[in-house]
């Protein structure tokens, strides 16, 4: 049989989508699997055992990749495309995909083209992993599966030298979002609970660099070591694996610990556990207000400031409610 997976949306998206990828590979060993995504996150999946091609869509050229594209699933005649993503797109793709069975969710403005669609509800407190999962539960049945993330032997080779210090936290402290985003002077006084003996290295993308500098400047101490930019995604998973702790926002450095399943500490703002997308690791941590705030969640995804202007959930987290390193 031979299977297409679309998820086109962020980082997370994709690697939440990667346990559909285990489901498929359990139940059927011998398939042929693809994975569409978009250009930008085709690194995540890199040489990943499980997929047998990466169908790249680059949105700067937006409907003209999307019609190449299009012409290159339709040359596969696939048995079932999963459409995991809510977007008309990515619904065109699956409509017109030529495949024997289209399948995604209700919410997709295509889905009623599809030959199954399922519902999407956020808030009953699922987790969007048994959500995607779903799609394929008559094909797969309902047992939960694991996203899973695979580095190759030169990932560990890049980080092999860090991953020696004995004791290590990783901190992602940036998000697309920022009302996802606790802010920096608390992410400040945090890392100055944290002892010297134990190594600090903060990670992120090239865009996270500055900020991250400013904060390695800022605690004027010599175990922080800012690597935001230096690291590949997969890379930076490999570092993950090994830290006594991660320290992160609702974001997708917390997919990527639950992927390599690594310790991992989650700060939600104005997002919430509940809307089902917190980390799934078997030491997973999570820390959020305990102010009975009417205003949260004000959103699925966040905002670019806060709606109100005091950012009162992010704000009212104390520095201590984060678990030290010590006990970790």
Not at 236 to 265: E, R
Request: hydrophobic letters at 40%; charged letters at 20%; one cysteine or more.
């Amino acid at each position: 049989m031979k299977f297409l997976i679309i998820q086109t949306a962020f980082i997370g998206d994709v690697i939440l989508a990667t346990a559909l990828v285990e489901k498929l590979r359990r139940q059927f060993p011998e398939a042929e699997i693809d994975f569409l995504l978009r250009k930008g996150n085709e690194k995540l999946l890199t040489g990943h055992p499980n997929i047998r091609k990466l169908l790249v869509w680059e949105k700067r050229r937006k409907y003209r990749s999307l019609f190449q594209i299009l012409s290159s699933i339709r040359k596969e005649r696939y048995d079932l495309v999963v459409n995991c993503q809510r977007f008309a797109s990515s619904g065109f793709l699956t409509v017109f995909s030529g495949a024997a069975k289209t399948v995604g969710f209700d919410k997709n403005p295509l889905s009623l083209f599809f030959s199954k669609k399922m519902p999407h509800r956020i808030g009953n407190g699922q987790h969007e992993v048994a959500r995607k999962l779903s799609l394929m539960s008559d094909i797969a049945g309902d047992a939960f599966e694991m996203p899973r993330l695979y580095h190759a032997e030169a990932d560990f080779e890049k980080v092999e030298a860090l991953k020696k210090r004995l004791r290590y936290v990783c901190i992602a402290p940036t998000s697309v979002w920022f009302t996802k985003q606790w802010p920096a002077h608390k992410w400040l006084a945090f890392m100055r609970l944290i002892p010297e003996q134990t190594q600090i290295f903060l990670l992120g993308g090239p865009g996270d660099h500055e900020v991250c500098e400013q904060l390695a400047k800022a605690l004027e101490k010599e175990n922080v070591h800012n690597l935001a930019g230096q690291l590949s995604f997969l890379e930076s998973a490999a570092l993950m694996q090994g830290a006594i702790m991660n320290y992160v926002n609702d974001s997708g450095p917390m997919h990527i610990a639950s992927a390599m399943n690594a310790p991992v500490t989650a700060v939600f703002c104005s997002t919430v556990p509940s809307f089902g997308f917190g980390p799934l690791s078997d030491r997973s941590l999570i820390v959020e207000t305990t102010e009975p705030l009417s205003c949260r969640p004000c959103g699925l995804h966040g905002y670019k400031a806060c709606p109100l202007g005091h950012f009162a959930c992010a704000e009212s987290i104390p520095e201590d409610a984060l678990e030290f390193p010590e006990t970790a």
